[in-house]
């Protein structure tokens, strides 16, 4: 598989990820906004949750994963940049979304403050 077929491949698993993700966090937010829960109230019922420690893990790296295919591809289309350095700067961007993502999850899960 060549590098841009590999590309598109792994944006389009990650959406599906993100899709399913994105209905489940949407619906619960919902759901609990119109429990009356605060922000703080449902932190403090997801604190060392492993469930939805692992359930925010897989869409933190889902979209650390997404991000960045199209993040090169806007630098390609928009910004007319190719190369190995536009390649490198959007790995960057996923990578440190992927560990501010995995921080938060990380202390929400009780490894401490974010």
């Not at 949407?26 to 692992?54: S, Y």
């Not at 591809?73 to 979304?97: C, F, H, K, P």
Request: glycine share 10%; net charge positive.
């Amino acid at each position: 598989m060549n590098g841009s077929l590999n590309a598109w491949w792994w944006q389009r698993v990650s959406a599906m990820v993100l899709t399913l993700c994105v209905a489940v966090h949407l619906a619960t937010m919902i759901w609990v906004v119109h429990g009356g829960l605060r922000a703080l109230d449902v932190i403090a019922r997801l604190h060392g949750n492993l469930a939805w420690g692992a359930f925010y893990a897989v869409f933190v790296i889902a979209a650390a994963v997404h991000v960045p295919v199209g993040l090169r591809r806007i630098a390609d289309e928009w910004l007319n940049w190719r190369g190995v350095w536009a390649s490198r700067v959007s790995m960057l961007i996923g990578v440190a979304l992927a560990l501010a993502g995995l921080r938060a999850v990380y202390a929400l899960i009780g490894g401490g403050a974010a």
